[in-house]
T-cell receptor, first 113, second 115 residues
Framework: KQEVTQIPAALSVPEGENLVLNCSFT??????LQWFRQDPGKGLTSLLL?????REQTSGRLNASLDKSSGRSTLYIAASQPGDSATYLC????????????FGEGTQLTVNP | NAGVTQTPKFRVLKTGQSMTLLCAQD?????MYWYRQDPGMGLRLIHY???????AKGEVPDGYNVSRLKKQNFLLGLESAAPSQTSVYFC??????????????FGPGTRLTVL
């Protein structure tokens, strides 16, 4: 059974700092990995999707990397801003059982002004 | 495009009552999903559908039923609500699996409390 772990569970940083969020998964046979952002009381917003054949994806100040063989992904946020404060979730889609996602529990990020 | 919408946004039920949560998407997506989100448990898949008229069980299907009579709608039913079903419910949709771009899009959620 696929398990997804995100460390740390919570992170507090000063504004302007570059930071890395970690995601690890137990079964490397994935189809893709998706990073989401969730604001308090809101739904999930997709940030980046990395296919299993890709090593990284970039969108603005965000960069997500994928090392499938070691079962790891990182989300790099450059020059963090208070508006980046949210919970960040990663989810993996298995390679063999359709489009079902397995989610980590998320990292709650607080960027202090 | 409204994307994925969910009705209602909030609901309080008494134990044993029934209700239906409605999810609608206007992106012509084939796949639709129902998740629940609980503290310390993350998001867990309840049921999903790979197309109109089809449904399948996810990770935590007990106590729930679903129907996909129209491609754009996915209904989640609770026949006899229990306090353990207090949660935030999210609907999501995605285009056909196997494509190069098959991102899941989420609705805003329904917060359900069962007393």
């Amino acid at each position: 059974k696929q398990e997804v772990t995100q460390i740390p569970a919570a992170l507090s940083v000063p504004e302007g700092e570059n930071l890395v969020l970690n995601c690890s998964f137990t079964d490397s046979a994935i189809y893709n990995l998706q990073w989401f952002r969730q604001d308090p009381g809101k739904g999930l917003t997709s940030l980046l999707l990395i296919q299993s054949s890709q090593r990284e994806q970039t969108s603005g100040r965000l960069n997500a990397s994928l090392d499938k063989s070691s079962g790891r992904s990182t989300l790099y946020i450059a020059a963090s801003q208070p508006g980046d404060s949210a919970t960040y979730l990663c989810a993996v889609r298995p390679g063999t059982s359709g489009s079902r996602l397995t989610f980590g529990e998320g990292t709650q990020l607080t960027v202090n002004p | 495009n409204a994307g994925v919408t969910q009705t209602p946004k909030f609901r309080v039920l008494k134990t044993g009552q029934s209700m239906t949560l409605l999810c609608a998407q206007d992106m012509n997506h084939e796949y639709m999903y129902w998740y629940r989100q609980d503290p310390g448990m993350g998001l867990r898949l309840i049921h999903y559908s790979v197309g109109e008229g089809t449904t399948a069980k996810g990770e935590v299907p007990d106590g729930y039923n679903v129907s996909r009579l129209k491609k754009q709608n996915f209904l989640l039913g609770l026949e006899s609500a229990a306090p353990s079903q207090t949660s935030v419910y999210f609907c999501a949709s995605s285009p056909l699996a196997g494509g190069a771009y098959n991102e899941q899009f989420f609705g805003p959620g329904t917060r359900l409390t069962v007393l």
